[in-house]
């Protein structure tokens, strides 16, 4: 039988950064998944075949954990070993892994969309696991791709979907209802590592605290008004609660890049909402808030006026789950 589940990638509303040092962050699925399809093999074989994330073939007995990620490909032996190891599975498996979420860049999860699709394609063959315990499964995962710390909002947010206010540790969630918001996802293009930005965030922080402490605290405080706004449907003010955190990722913690900038710069001129950099930064993606009557001019602008990739796609949309 073949189990066939989809993942979606999420963008950060507000919050990225401030939220892995314990404050609040809004995260919101996106409908852009990755889908993986696993079949039982009648031997002790696993053989992975994916566009992105390449191929390998091993016999079971070989399968070894991954300390570091050098590509792609060793995040998904990495979990596939570790499922494999932990449950002493020792029934061969295809797997077949295709995504429509760019990594190019990043900053749209694609990393976090893998693990979840993977985790729970293997789960769902294998039975061995509940799904609130993928978030567990999957954390240290999540560690070694951040390069030793991430918040694992993103993972929650790929596992269950929606809209979700998030704190971690202890983790706590708010899902904040089924807003329709329209949203573009403009790609810079520009390679963006999260292990490196949240490595510098955390070399700043490390120098002065008191200093990166209060922005973190600025930016909780725009992701509660951020929650009000979203609750009372108001998109002007959740538009200006996204430039100011953009504002303060850019100028005080030091995460955007001038593309980054000059989207915000011309979605505001051309009637968007809002807009700001999603994810780690400097490079990745930003993502811009925009009343319906003002798309065509926002995207004709932005495409005019920059080299970038503009994405439009359903958000708040729903976790991992099985492909009928
Ligand atoms: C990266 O996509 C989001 C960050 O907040 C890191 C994290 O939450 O682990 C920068």
Redesign the pocket.
């Known amino acids: 039988m073949e189990i066939n589940v989809s993942s979606p990638g999420n963008i950060?509303l507000l919050g990225?950064?401030s939220?892995?040092y314990g404050k609040d962050?809004i995260i919101s699925a996106i409908n852009m998944r990755t889908i993986c399809k696993v079949s039982k093999r009648s031997d002790d074989v696993i053989k992975l075949n994916s566009e992105d994330y390449g191929k390998f073939i091993e016999n079971i007995k070989n399968l070894e954990a991954v300390e570091e990620y050098h590509n792609r490909i060793d995040l998904v032996k990495d979990l596939v070993s570790t499922f494999y190891k932990k449950f002493e599975i020792d029934n061969g498996i295809d797997i077949r892994i295709n995504s429509n979420i760019p990594k190019v860049s990043g900053?749209m999860?694609s990393s976090t969309a893998v693990l979840c699709s993977v985790l729970d394609a293997l789960n769902k063959s294998f039975n061995k696991i509940n799904k609130n315990d993928y978030f567990n499964f999957l954390i240290p995962f999540q560690r070694k791709i951040?390069g030793g710390?991430?918040?694992?909002?993103?993972l929650f947010s790929s596992i269950f979907g929606g809209y979700n206010k998030i704190k971690m540790s202890p983790l706590t969630f708010e899902n904040l209802g089924n807003l329709k918001l329209h949203i573009l996802i403009v790609d810079t293009g520009i390679e963006a590592r999260?292990a490196e930005?949240?490595s510098y965030v955390r070399n700043g922080w490390k120098n002065d605290k008191n200093s990166y402490e209060n922005i973190f605290n600025e930016i909780h405080d725009i992701v509660n008004n951020g929650k009000k706004a979203i609750k009372e449907n108001d998109l002007e003010e959740l538009g200006k609660l996204m430039l100011k955190d953009h504002e303060l990722l850019s100028k005080d913690l030091g995460v955007s890049h001038p593309k980054l900038n000059k989207i915000v710069k011309i979605a505001k001129k051309n009637g968007a909402y809002g807009a700001k950099l999603s994810?780690?930064g400097k490079g990745g993606v930003a993502i811009v808030l925009f009343p319906k009557n003002k798309e065509k001019i926002i995207i004709k602008k932005l495409l005019s006026q920059l080299k970038c990739k503009i994405y439009r796609t359903e958000v708040g949309v729903c976790g991992c789950e099985n492909i009928k």
């Open positions: 950060f990225e950064h939220v892995v962050a900053g999860s951040h710390t991430a918040s694992g909002v993103e999260t930005t949240v994810g780690g």
